[in-house]
């Protein structure tokens, strides 16, 4: 088989099974291969034989480009800051959301914990207050009896 045998049977085989861009670059590929191994000391006849039929090297071609293709539906695009934005994107924001809830949930319950201090002192400081006014009057006039 010649190489133009070769490429007209793997074009064939390509052709509206993988998009044209990957026709041409796989076509572009294997005659730029063959032409170099042939420039290495080897017969066109001989590299086309390494490289084997060429419909089952297209069958590799394009369940290669399916795998791709599926891949990258598969995969949540990157915005253009490389955050998420298919369903990978709703968990992140969900994510967010708890993260949130849970600051917002302790910002309350530490405003919660100083009003009921603040409470219990308001409620206890007309008690101590006297009680501290008193306790200092006795140890001021205690440690003027000592001098």
Sequence with gaps: MSREEFLTELR????????????????????????AESHKGKTEVEVIAELGNPRLL????????????????????????????ASEEFSFKKFKIRIWLI?????????????LLAQVVAFLLPILLPVAIIFFLFAAISMNRRL
């Design 58 to 85: 297209a069958k590799s071609i394009i369940d290669a480009e399916n795998a791709t293709t599926e891949k990258a539906t598969a995969e949540p695009r990157k915005g253009m800051e490389g955050q998420d934005t």
């Design 12 to 35: 064939k085989a390509l052709q509206g099974r993988v998009s044209q861009q990957t026709v041409n670059d796989n076509l572009r590929y294997y005659e730029d291969y063959i032409l």
């Design 103 to 115: 600051l917002a949930a302790a910002f309350l319950l530490v405003l919660f914990i100083i009003i």
